[in-house]
């Protein structure tokens, strides 16, 4: 990250902050040195209020922290994006964005999480951590079977029953990816690659 230049805005730089899984812009708000520092040092985003006129950690009463995975100054180094991993609703009226949007876009990241999440925590009523447990064979063979669903489907005309099979068939494919120890966004990279 270079150094942002504080000057241009009286102080402050505005802090664009965006969930570093799924990408999803959730707020903005204004940083001034002080405020960077102390990000950077307890990794919890801290802004400067301009109402309350003092330094402000994200979650502080709510407990809905923004916890840093990564800071990027623009080109002009007068704004920052700062992509990180909420602990909960980011908005204070419970909204996942500020811009009171929660967009699909992005939500198989997200289903990753749950996922990963039913498992780790052995959730006991998860159909997720039920198939789990069942092992790699009947995950697969999930795979399988809402494969051939989908492939029927296709063959049809019923957009609505086609969509929910593919639906399926990724609900099962991440279940399996857990399952191997591979990310979603380890498979993405390869279809970046082989883009090039």
């Known amino acids: 990250m270079n150094q942002p230049?504080?000057?241009?805005g009286n102080g402050l730089v505005p802090a664009i902050?965006?969930?570093f899984?799924?990408?999803?812009?959730?707020?903005?708000?204004?940083?001034?040195?002080?405020?960077?520092?102390?990000?950077?040092?307890?990794g919890k985003v801290t802004f400067f209020s301009r109402s309350k006129k003092r330094l402000w950690t994200?979650?502080?009463?709510?407990?809905?922290?923004?916890?840093?995975?990564?800071?990027?100054?623009?080109?002009?180094?007068d704004t920052l994006l700062i992509k990180v991993k909420p602990s909960g609703p980011v908005c204070h009226t419970g909204s996942i964005s500020c811009f009171n949007e929660d967009q699909s876009k992005g939500f198989l990241y997200r289903l990753e999480q749950i996922v990963s999440q039913r498992i780790e925590e052995n959730i006991e009523d998860s159909y997720t951590n039920k198939i789990y447990?069942?092992?790699?064979?009947?995950?697969?063979?999930?795979?399988?079977?809402?494969a051939v669903e989908l492939i029927i489907e296709a063959k049809?005309?019923?957009?609505?029953?086609?969509k929910n099979e593919a639906a399926d068939?990724?609900?099962?494919?991440?279940?399996?990816?857990k399952a191997k120890g591979v990310t979603l966004s380890e498979i993405e990279s390869i279809l970046k690659n082989r883009h090039k």
């Open 21 to 42: 899984t799924t990408m999803q812009v959730l707020m903005l708000g204004f940083m001034n040195e002080e405020a960077l520092e102390k990000t950077l040092r307890e």
């Open 5 to 8: 230049d504080f000057t241009k």
């Open 58 to 77: 994200k979650g502080e009463t709510s407990g809905n922290y923004l916890f840093v995975k990564e800071i990027i100054t623009d080109c002009d180094n």
């Open 133 to 146: 447990k069942q092992g790699i064979n009947r995950i697969a063979q999930k795979v399988g079977e809402e």
């Open 156 to 162: 049809d005309n019923n957009m609505t029953l086609f």
């Open 169 to 177: 068939m990724l609900y099962h494919l991440l279940i399996l990816l």
């Open 17 to 19: 902050i965006q969930d």
